[in-house]
Nanobody
Framework: QVQLVESGGGVVQAGGSLRLSCAASGRTFGSYAMGWFRQAPGKDRDFVAAISASGYSTHYADSVKGRFTISRDNAKNTVYLQMNSLKPEDTALYYC?????????????????WGQGTQVTVSS
């Protein structure tokens, strides 16, 4: 059974920073790509960032490129999302997901296990 537990969400002012973490268990972490998605109220769940199993390849949504950084520590079975220069439109429930593939994916259908999400609220 794969489990993903996100943490690090909270309330921050516009321009501030947060670092999200996602701890994984139940799978050989270093063999699977990971991704972050987000969902605002009344909207679809959107891709944010992804990282390959090795960590050498990353991909970002245009809306977060240059502000967010995805990374992973395979020794700690954890993936991170560093979010800087936050904007009110970044407000959403953030989910991490794991993909049974070495290579990263950028759609919902690429991922087979999901966490419960952590709320990020950016005030103006």
């Amino acid at each position: 059974q794969v489990q993903l537990v996100e943490s690090g969400g909270g309330v921050v002012q516009a321009g501030g920073s947060l670092r999200l973490s996602c701890a994984a268990s139940g799978r050989t972490f270093g063999s699977y790509a990971m991704g972050w998605f987000r969902q605002a109220p009344g909207k679809d769940r959107d891709f944010v960032a992804a990282i390959s199993a090795s960590g050498y390849s990353t991909h970002y949504a245009d809306s977060v490129k240059g502000r967010f950084t995805i990374s992973r520590d395979n020794a700690k079975n954890t993936v991170y999302l560093q979010m800087n220069s936050l904007k009110p439109e970044d407000t959403a429930l953030y989910y991490c997901a794991t993909r049974k593939n070495l290579n990263l994916g950028s759609t919902l259908y690429d991922y087979d296990y999901w966490g419960q999400g952590t709320q990020v609220t950016v005030s103006s």
